[in-house]
């Protein structure tokens, strides 16, 4: 009988690499984003925060296609090890940055860490169904999803401890560089996946291997379909994730500790309904948690926008036993835990439907051309999510829109899912 996946060769070199190449990405951009709160804040504050998460996602539109060919001519294994040895430079300057309490610095390292992230996706995610069998699919998925969401957690607690007060230099720069370090020696454990495509040209012309990797996607229905799905997930939880501290700060009044609170909330959210649906699925490939998922997102969005609207700053920060002790606070958090969890519920059916359902020899240039909607989908909506905020639209507002969209999209879903 083999391992559990999480004891097994197979598989737990590479979670232990996307976890801590995660956590990164992560600490680094909630530092980021509480120096820009509770340090520079002003009315730009909130449109720099999502730009932010543009800055990062940015990369994922014109490098994924060679990130996925990269994956399909060599061996993913070791393509990862030299990317990952490749993030300690940026993690270096990153703690450069940090040091001089740089944002533009600070900008450039995020994007660094955005540009490894995008070449790194498709072979996260590719090399899955090289070492797995496809009904262990569901449940990789799901560790996968939910190890991204808890790194987001913990990347969110400590990048706000490092940044509270000014920051604390050390403690940022320790963490940054020792994940750093740890994510390449997890690479190292890596096994071997073979090449998928030995024969495969690198495109010289990037918009050109992009564009052609999308008419791929586009010619197979059900890939379309799956790649549509992921992308409005991302969209969705980049808008959300951009939007939750100033919505947690500015209208139910909270401080960092409080604003750390709810990011956790939603990580750890995210990871019960990934695994909530690796049950549902028990080793079958299952789409209809994700129609459930997509109705649970909207339904939530809606009611936080509403239950928040109208609600203005506290005359002074409050704490999370402040906030959770108000009807506004316990409404938020059970409304955002409820948008969370109809996420992981959406997600991990459809990506390993993808994974599933592409070929061997294209797996990884699939899942690039699915990771060039998903970066396209969510720099457009930062940017214009930064864009409505600086011409006056409320946070509420927003909740409000994507709450309804999203219930438009579970309508699509419902009429166009494809039979497994």
Known sequence: MPPPLMLSKRFAPLFWCQFFSAFNDNFLKTALVFLILFRIGGPDGAALIAL???????????LSALGGELADRY????????????????????????????????????????????LFGPIKYGILPDHLARSELPAGNALVEGATFIAILTGTILGGIAAKGGGDAFVFSALVMGFALLCWLASLMIPPSGQGAPHLVISKNIAASTAAL??????????????????????????????????????????????????????????VGSALAAV?????????????????????????????????????????????????????AVDLAGLAIGGGLLIVPVFAAVQAWAGADRRARTIAAVNVLNAAG???????????????????????????????????????????
């Not at 932010?52 to 014109?62: D, G, Q, R």
């Not at 997509?294 to 409050?318: E, H, M, R």
């Not at 940017?383 to 927003?398: C, K, M, N, R």
């Open 75 to 118: 061996d993913k294994a070791r393509v990862a090890q030299k990317l990952k040895l490749a993030e300690i430079a940026v993690a270096a300057l990153a703690m450069f940055g940090f040091m001089r309490s740089s944002v533009p610095v600070l900008f450039v390292a995020l994007f660094g860490f955005g540009v490894i992230a995008a």
């Open 214 to 271: 999308i008419r791929h996607l586009r010619g197979d229905a059900r890939l379309w379909w799956g790649a549509l799905v992921t992308s409005w997930f991302w969209l969705v939880g980049i808008v959300v994730l951009s939007l939750l501290p100033p919505l947690v700060n500015g209208l139910l009044g909270g401080n960092e500790e409080t604003v750390t609170v709810y990011l956790a909330l939603f990580s750890i959210a995210v990871g």
């Open 52 to 62: 932010a998460s543009a800055v990062f996602i940015a990369p994922f539109f014109f």
């Open 378 to 420: 969510m720099t457009g909506a930062t940017v214009l999510a930064a864009l409505l905020q600086t011409a006056g639209v409320t946070i509420p507002t927003l909740f409000v829109l994507i709450g309804a969209a999203t219930l438009a999209v579970a309508f699509a879903i419902r009429r166009t899912m494809p039979s497994v």
């Open 280 to 332: 549902i699925a028990r080793g079958r490939i299952v789409l209809r948690p994700s129609l459930f998922g997509t109705v649970l997102i909207g339904l939530s969005a809606l009611d936080l926008g509403i239950g928040t609207y109208g609600l203005g700053p506290a005359a002074a920060p409050l704490g999370p036993a402040a906030v959770f002790a108000s009807a506004q606070g316990i409404r938020a």
